[in-house]
């Protein structure tokens, strides 16, 4: 595996056990690109998942605002 996509799945938050499966079915291409997609998929539900928190607690600021709480 060439450095560059080494570093940039690091990059991208692929564990060491990612990288070497996604290594050894480099020959494969679709399969690279499944399991791209995949972690993908993953990391965008850790956004969603961090943004419905921030909902949450920006709609706690403004109830504490709206009830003089804060």
Partial sequence: MKESIRQN???AGCDDVFI???DACSCDTKQCEKMLAA???ALL???HEKERCISCL???VFMM???GSL
Avoid: A, N
């Fill in 9 to 11: 799945l690091i990059d």
């Fill in 20 to 22: 070497e499966q996604f």
């Fill in 39 to 41: 972690h993908r998929k």
């Fill in 45 to 47: 539900d850790e956004v």
């Fill in 58 to 60: 920006d709609y706690l």
């Fill in 65 to 67: 605002k709206k009830e």
